[in-house]
C-alpha cells in the first residue's frame, strides 16, 4: 500500500499562496488516482481537486476552480496543490488520498490510503 505524507502547509495572508506537497513511499502514487481534501474544525472532510494517475485529467471542487491547480510530478512520486488567492475560509487541513479509481473520485469513501495531513491557516 502507498504512503502518503503532505506538507507545505502554514499561515498566509487572505490573497497569498501556497503550495502543497504529497509525496509518495512504499509503491508508486502513478498508479492511482490522487486527491485532494480538506477539513475545518467541526466540519465533514471536503473534496478539494483530483488528478488523474497519469495526470491528464484534473477537477476542482467549485469554491476552488480559477484559485486552485493540481499537477503530478512522476518522477518525484508526487502531487502537488498550488493554492493561490487564499481566503480564510481555506483554513483547514489538507489531506492527500490515494484510490484505485485511476480517474480519480469526489467521495473520500473511495480512497484506500490517506496522509496525516497539514494545516493551512488564512488569516484575513
Known amino acids: 500500500q502507498v504512503q502518503l505524507h503532505e506538507s507545505g502547509g502554514g499561515l498566509v495572508q487572505a490573497g497569498g499562496s501556497l503550495r502543497l506537497s504529497c509525496a509518495a513511499s512504499?509503491?508508486?502514487?502513478?498508479?492511482?488516482?490522487t486527491g485532494w481534501f480538506r477539513q475545518a474544525p467541526g466540519k465533514e472532510r471536503e473534496f478539494v481537486a483530483l488528478?488523474?494517475?497519469?495526470?491528464?485529467?484534473?477537477y476542482f471542487a467549485d469554491f476552488v476552480k480559477g484559485r486552485f491547480t493540481i499537477s503530478r510530478d512522476k518522477a518525484k512520486n508526487t502531487v502537488y496543490l498550488q493554492m493561490n488567492s487564499l481566503k480564510p475560509e481555506d483554513t483547514a487541513v489538507y489531506y492527500c488520498?490515494?484510490?484505485?479509481?485511476?480517474?480519480?473520485?469526489?467521495?473520500?469513501?473511495?480512497?484506500?490510503?490517506w496522509g496525516q495531513g497539514t494545516q493551512v491557516t488564512v488569516s484575513s
Open positions: 488520498g490515494a484510490t484505485s479509481y485511476f480517474g480519480g473520485s469526489v467521495d473520500s469513501k473511495d480512497y484506500v490510503s
Open positions: 512504499g509503491r508508486t502514487l502513478n498508479e492511482h488516482g
Open positions: 488528478i488523474s494517475w497519469d495526470g491528464t485529467s484534473t
